[in-house]
């Protein structure tokens, strides 16, 4: 990887932290829950979508990526687009503000797909897969793995256009309802990419072999329900074969990795963040399949979309990242794998608190959840950021 490409990567999975942090705040301060979705997903998981996809894909495809420079082209209209879109919502903000967001978002993604596009032609089924001779026995699991690379593209280009037609003369492939853009992006652009990619990158770190009907039920299944679950809602049968189908990935991930940690005898902090954030992954598409199923509670579907996005992906984006960037590795005050843990555990205690307390309607109890959470996403942030810093002294 060459250094330009190593810089700006990390400079996308800099401001993803920087927006969890935002996002923690905004949810404690009592923002607009669309203000918050946005800083979450958008912000936060999809700036280290980006930021990683640059870095990893090209390498999982046996190529380099075409224009090395294309993570900084990404990077402003990125968080343009996130601040943009984020503010929107916000009482007196004018809805011009969320307009030159939306464009400003469409731009970085037609950067980053049309790079990624251009690097993987030729490949883009993912045969090819730079898998070296030490792990021939992995190969089978990277092609099916390759394979769904593609489709989180698909997603993340309908999820990035419906986001754009919801507020500019452009025509939507949908309806504009903009449940819809938030499921294709968060779903199909963001966990499919976490299966796909983790069934490569997950048994490398924990040495150990995934379940061999992994691949063939998680990734199928994860390519699928998003779009089923865009199309059908908020409700209907499309809709409930949608919240089936994606639970089933996810309960079929949460499985694998379950299996991939006991199996291995490695046991580093970062490898606590997928294990939490698959359980609570299992709770989000069970409130999921009793959205479907059955009448929806308003604050429920709050807790929903905190599992979603700070518990199952957001915790597991912590996890690998501490993988990345070990903490042990920093040399300032407070770095070490003590305060990662106590990082994981604040923003993981805190999101079980706060969904009490939104199941038992004790708005107290959501509050100081949320204080722990935004405890936990600061030393997050202190470390991976100090870590950063220190690599570019060096």
């Not at 699928?224 to 679950?229: D, F, I, V």
């Not at 936990?376 to 991976?384: E, F, M, N, T």
């Amino acid at each position: 990887m060459s250094a330009t490409l190593s810089r700006w990567s990390r400079a996308l999975v800099a401001a993803s932290v920087c927006w969890l942090v935002v996002w923690q705040a905004a949810a404690l301060a009592g923002f607009p829950r669309r203000t918050t979705v946005t800083l979450g997903l958008y912000g936060f998981v999809l700036h280290v979508v980006f930021g990683k996809a640059y870095s990893l894909v090209p390498s999982y495809f046996d190529r380099a990526l075409a224009w090395p420079h294309a993570p900084a082209a990404t990077l402003p209209l990125a968080v343009v687009g996130t601040a943009g879109l984020a503010l929107e919502p916000v009482d007196g903000v004018p809805a011009v503000v969320g307009t030159v967001g939306a464009w400003s978002w469409a731009l970085g993604v037609a950067v980053f797909l049309g790079t990624l596009a251009w690097t993987l032609r030729g490949n883009l089924s993912g045969a090819e897969t730079g898998t070296g001779d030490h792990n021939a026995d992995r190969q089978r699991v990277d092609r099916a793995a390759n394979l769904f690379v593609p489709v989180v593209f698909a997603y993340l280009a309908v999820g990035s256009w419906e986001t754009l037609a919801a507020r500019a003369a452009v025509s939507p492939l949908l309806d504009g309802y903009p449940p819809r853009a938030t499921h294709l992006l968060a779903a199909g652009g963001a966990a499919l990419l976490v299966f796909a990619v983790g069934f490569r990158l997950l048994p490398r770190f924990l040495v150990a072999g995934l379940p061999d009907w992994a691949p063939w039920i998680v990734l199928p299944a994860g390519a699928l329900g998003p779009a089923l679950l865009a199309a059908g809602l908020p409700a209907g049968p499309v809709f409930r074969a949608g919240a089936v189908v994606e639970a089933v990935a996810v309960i079929g991930f949460a499985v694998a990795y379950a299996h991939l940690y006991r199996s291995s005898d490695r046991r580093r902090v970062g490898f606590y963040g997928p294990l939490v954030g698959a359980g609570f992954g299992v709770f989000a598409v069970g409130l999921g399949l009793s959205f479907a199923f059955g009448p929806v509670d308003p604050a429920l579907v709050a807790a929903h979309y905190r599992l979603n996005l700070l518990g199952f992906l957001g915790l597991t984006v912590v996890g690998v990242t501490f993988q990345f960037y070990p903490p042990t590795v920093g040399r300032f005050p407070g770095a070490g794998d003590d305060l990662a843990l106590a990082a994981l555990a604040a923003m993981s205690g805190g999101l079980v608190v706060e969904v009490v307390g939104a199941v038992v309607s004790a708005p107290l109890a959501v509050r100081g959840g949320r204080v722990l959470a935004l405890l936990g996403a600061i030393a997050y942030a202190y470390l991976v950021l100090g870590v950063f810093r220190q690599r570019a002294r060096d």
